[in-house]
């Protein structure tokens, strides 16, 4: 009787009788509560890829927002400049200067052209161009070429052409870490570490949980790197740097740093190899740097490296953890970020001002400096000067190609020069609201890469005011969001410039 009882109870939706025994398929209520059981585990995933989306929007961790923040910023660059690896590094806003000024080429790689900087104005070359624009040089140039993943002989095949074009005053050879890459040593890529489901499974994943796929993704690509390294499958990037000073390769880099010599005495053009340590870490770099910087001094090459000045100014910083990635662009990106390319662009300044002042020329701390948007973001924004201080420009109808970090997305346009600046009016037919934040031109000292918003007028609320606390500081990019009506998407921005900065300043 109750065997019959219990059999009645279960709901399935297939049952098989043998004998005495019922064998039930899927269970109704088996089905609910495994449903039940899905859906509060797939809820508690979505909490906690929300929460690490909050915490990485409030900078405490890196993942995918930062990428996809990366890939826009670096799309734009890409749109408004020209796609010839080898010629000098330009883009729309940035024309080439002409004239009779002497001129200063830089080589190099990424450093030279390629990572997200919100403007590229904080590339250190550009730095070095500002620095000496700020010291009273006004009759020299800085111009550079270089290309993501360039190595030394790739710069030097590309000297080679632009040399003899350019005719440069003095060379500088930006030196990094995978410059010695002579393609012997592999190195692991992310396309080796392919999650170990399909693409289509990936593509759904990662549109329901963003934030968990990319840790995943990232843990699994960092084991897979130390678990196959070797010289099979390649070695991950530190371990890798390291290999391209030893053996087979660095014997090849020897004779590439020797063509490189010998192409500069050929050339009758002086020039000078500068470090470019991205963070401050003897531990770090002092291994990487050792051998190489041997060969460029044997080679005939002068050397400044900036890394005992770099960890004297700043302390030693671990080579891994998060006051390593402070100084990075962002914490998606760990190319130097602006402190660190302003005071490779200074350390480079006070070298050519004690070997090479004579292409300097003259110093002129007095003369006025000139508002110039020279950059922005997104790439179709089209900024024009209509004068001294006022632009217009096309706001964008939708903030999917600005950047996204920090939020809300925003549009950015950077000044040729950074210098103070009091207040910043908005103006257009359908402007309706707006908010701005300023970025402060790196200094000697250490501080965050903060954007800083500007106050409300009291009686013009698009007129916004530079906070107390930054305005004498020099302002290199600022970034605005604005809600406007209509199909008139013009908007047209007021500098005014503070009290003239103190000589020299």
Not at 316 to 341: C, F, M, R, Y
Not at 446 to 457: A, K, Q, S, V, Y
Request: aromatic residues 10%; glycine residues 6%.
């Amino acid at each position: 009787m109750g065997n019959r009882l219990s059999e009645r109870a279960v709901r399935s939706l297939m049952a098989w009788r043998f004998g005495r025994r019922t064998i039930y398929f899927a269970p109704i209520y088996a089905l609910v509560c495994g449903a039940v059981s899905l859906a509060v585990v797939l809820a508690i995933l979505v909490g906690v890829d929300r929460v690490l989306g909050r915490l990485e929007s409030a900078g405490w961790t890196s993942g995918e927002q930062w990428k996809r923040h990366n890939q826009i910023v670096e799309e734009n660059h890409r749109r408004k400049t020209t796609t010839n690896e080898c010629e000098l590094r330009h883009w729309n806003g940035e024309p080439l200067p002409s004239g009779k000024q002497k001129t200063i080429l830089v080589f190099g790689d990424s450093f030279v052209w390629g990572p997200p900087y919100v403007t590229l104005n904080h590339l250190w070359w550009r730095q070095l161009a500002i620095e000496l624009e700020r010291r009273g040089y006004h009759d020299v140039r800085v111009v550079a070429a270089g290309h993501p993943g360039w190595s030394t002989r790739r710069q030097l095949e590309c000297a080679r052409q632009l040399v003899p074009e350019v005719k440069p005053d003095l060379i500088v050879w930006g030196y990094v870490t995978n410059d010695p890459d002579e393609k012997i040593v592999r190195q692991i890529f992310d396309s080796q570490d392919q999650p170990p489901y399909g693409q289509r499974i990936r593509q759904k994943l990662k549109w329901l949980l963003p934030n968990l796929s990319f840790k995943f993704e990232s843990l699994r690509a960092d084991k897979l790197a130390v678990q196959y390294a070797g010289p099979d499958y390649g070695y991950a990037y530190a371990d890798w740097e390291l290999k391209l000073v030893g053996g087979e390769n660095f014997e090849r880099y020897r004779e590439t740093v020797r063509e490189v010599g010998e192409f500069l005495k050929q050339s009758n053009v002086p020039a000078f190899l500068q470090t470019l340590p991205h963070f401050p870490s003897r531990e770090y770099f002092e291994p990487r740097y050792a051998a190489p910087l041997r060969e460029w001094r044997a080679a005939g090459v002068p050397v400044h490296d900036s890394l005992d000045d770099f960890v004297r100014r700043y302390g030693e910083v671990a080579p891994t953890g998060k006051e390593a990635l402070s100084w990075g662009i962002n914490p998606g990106d760990s190319h130097p970020g602006p402190q660190a390319t302003h005071f490779l662009a200074a350390q480079a300044a006070d070298f050519i001002e004690e070997k090479w002042p004579e292409i300097l020329g003259p110093k002129d701390t007095q003369r006025k400096r000139e508002f110039v948007i020279n950059d922005w973001l997104p790439s179709d924004l089209n900024v024009r000067q209509t004068g001294a201080n006022t632009f217009e420009l096309d706001f964008p109808a939708t903030t999917s190609r600005m950047p996204q970090l920090p939020t809300p997305p925003a549009a950015l346009v950077a000044l040729r020069n950074p210098q103070p600046i009091v207040e910043v009016g908005f103006a257009g037919t359908g402007l309706q609201k707006v908010r701005a934040w300023a970025l402060l031109q790196a200094e000697d000292r250490f501080e965050g890469d903060n954007w800083h918003e500007l106050e409300p007028f009291d009686s013009d609320p698009h007129i916004l005011l530079m906070p107390a606390s930054i305005a004498e500081r020099r302002i290199s990019a600022l970034r605005f969001s604005a809600e406007m009506q209509g199909s008139d998407r013009k908007l047209r921005l007021t500098l005014s410039p503070a009290v003239a900065p103190r000589s020299g300043e």
